[in-house]
């Protein structure tokens, strides 16, 4: 598992409109390429009219599947433009698709190059992208005694609180890098006196919107 990388934080979608041409934007995160596949049919179908729907993903911790379709735009001039802002972007399992009403104006091989690269760009801004950071969840049960002290130090720290159950004991579960886990049972043990205790939970990703 990566320790961390950049995706979009879901599904999102945004026109631009370029000498009369209407240019919408579809973007999704997709794990598989089954699901971008499903995506794209999902569009098309959606806009079965358009002159075209090009489209292209990026899947995989090594991007080892890349995939784009210039959907009978002149070769090289939708999909190729369209997965290279993903790899500029450095994007991880995202798709892409891009779909284009003519408007009669047409734009020349260097116009749809940049068309379909800015579609992209601005369709990815209305999506927003995440850092997803691999974390370990550290369980910290205290008394309630402690709950107020180690509540206001959690927030004001570094460290990112996941939750706090209201059970027998407080029990807090707590983000930590995995380099970290040692500083972090050092310091919960000091500001609770050594009354704490600590325990490793699971390894999962923390979503960041940058």
């Not at 784009?68 to 999909?79: F, H, L, W």
């Not at 433009?81 to 408007?103: A, C, M, N, Q, S």
């Not at 104006?105 to 760009?121: C, E």
């Not at 570094?158 to 049972?185: A, C």
């Amino acid at each position: 598992m990566l320790s961390q990388y950049y995706t979009v934080k879901g599904y999102g979608e945004h026109e631009i409109n370029i000498q009369k041409s209407r240019f919408i934007a579809y973007i999704s995160r997709a794990t598989t390429e089954a699901e971008a596949q499903d995506f794209i049919q999902q569009i098309k179908k959606k806009h079965w009219d358009a002159t075209h729907n090009c489209s292209a993903y990026l899947i995989g911790e090594n991007d080892h599947i890349q995939k784009a379709n210039d959907d009978g735009e002149p070769s090289g001039t939708a999909g190729v433009p369209i997965l290279e802002v993903l790899k500029k972007k450095h994007l991880k399992d995202t798709v892409v698709v891009i779909t284009r009403y003519f408007g009669g104006i047409k734009l020349g091989a260097g116009g749809l190059i940049r068309a379909y690269g800015k579609a992209t760009s601005e369709g990815l801004q209305a999506t927003g992208i995440v850092e997803r950071k691999l974390m370990r969840v550290m369980h910290t049960k205290i008394d309630y005694t402690w709950l107020g002290k180690v509540e206001n130090e959690l927030r004001s720290s570094s460290y990112q609180l996941k939750d706090i159950h209201y059970i027998e004991d407080v029990e807090i579960e707590t983000y930590v890098e995995e380099g970290q886990k040692h500083q972090f049972f050092e310091w919960m043990t000091e500001l609770t006196n050594g009354k704490a205790d600590i325990s490793e939970g699971i390894v999962t990703y923390l979503e960041i919107e940058i």
